[in-house]
């Protein structure tokens, strides 16, 4: 290049090898500024694009990132919605139970809904969601944990319940008639001569054909007749408990049948050797006669 005219033109040859001929140009100085002015701006707009393709470089594995947490997030939440809905059963197993209880011993069933914890509002960070799924976790262990043995107390209680209710149902502590004692349980004098001889149950005097009421639920295991005690009922209450009911006018029941405690089984009469309408009512304890009175009473 060659400089012409105090600067203000550049002279640009152009000189092939082995040739004679040359090709001149003359470019103005503001043709060089202009070429220089868009070089700078082309390195600018260069580095601007590495700077923008890093950063975009740096989101994208941002993404990934996020990508490969939510993927775990993901799993980890159907773990749980897997645990909360086993739970969800345990827990309405447990209202069940709790239902059956409360009725078993007369209580009205408490209307109380399950409190939830609200759920947070707003972003988290995947760490934080991380924590906070954590925490969920941690507390659907602790309660995992603790229901199935609440569900075993509960369990053992229905049945003691139950057993409980079953044997004051069996009891026989329900008065079969109302009326008088005319004659006690043990020694007396025999209303049939001067001796003296053991009366096996107590005499309740009622009028005839008034109702004879099971004393406790049970299956009669004999109906019919007696020599010395007419027409008689004999229950079987389990737990080791029989009762007698002798003297009756008429039979309401049969052999094999299940009776409740307050059921009508017979009609108060004289039937047998008997001196006037009452009811002869005795009760033993795995074979061995016991005084009605104690069981009547309540005192077991």
Not at 261 to 266: D, H, N, P, Y
Request: include cysteine; glycine fraction near 8%.
């Amino acid at each position: 290049m060659k400089r012409l005219r105090s600067d203000r033109h550049f002279t640009l040859l152009f000189v092939p090898e082995g040739r004679k001929n040359v090709w001149k140009w003359f470019l103005p100085a503001w043709v060089l500024h202009t070429l220089i002015i868009l070089l700078a701006i082309l390195m600018l707009s260069l580095a601007g694009s590495i700077v923008t393709v890093c950063y975009l470089k740096k989101k994208v594995n941002e993404l990934h990132y996020i990508e490969k947490i939510n993927k775990v997030q993901a799993e980890h939440i159907r773990q749980l919605e897997t645990k909360a809905s086993l739970l969800q059963e345990k827990v309405e197993k447990i209202d069940t139970l709790d239902s059956k209880v409360r009725s078993l011993i007369g209580l009205d069933k408490e209307n109380k809904q399950h409190k939830s914890n609200a759920s947070r509002s707003g972003r988290l960070r995947p760490r934080e969601q991380m924590q906070t799924l954590e925490q969920i976790e941690n507390t659907l262990n602790l309660v995992e944990n603790i229901v199935p043995k609440q569900e075993r107390k509960l369990e053992t209680l229905a049945k003691e319940i139950e057993q409980h209710i079953d044997y004051q149902e069996a009891l026989p502590s329900h008065w079969p008639v109302r009326g008088p004692i005319s004659s006690p349980f043990g020694e007396r004098k025999s209303p049939f001569g001067h001796h003296t001889r053991f009366h096996e149950g107590i005499d309740i005097a009622a009028n005839y054909g008034a109702e004879v009421q099971a004393a406790g639920s049970g299956r009669v295991i004999f109906a019919g007749w007696k020599p010395v005690y007419g027409k008689t009922i004999i229950i079987d209450h389990g737990y080791g408990f029989t009762s007698f009911y002798g003297h009756n006018s008429k039979l309401m029941v049969s052999e094999g049948d299940k009776v409740h405690k307050g059921e009508v089984i017979a009609r108060v009469g004289s039937s047998g050797l008997s001196t006037g309408p009452h009811l002869h009512f005795q009760i033993s304890l795995y074979g061995q006669l016991r005084n009605p009175l104690e069981f009547l009473n309540g005192e077991v």
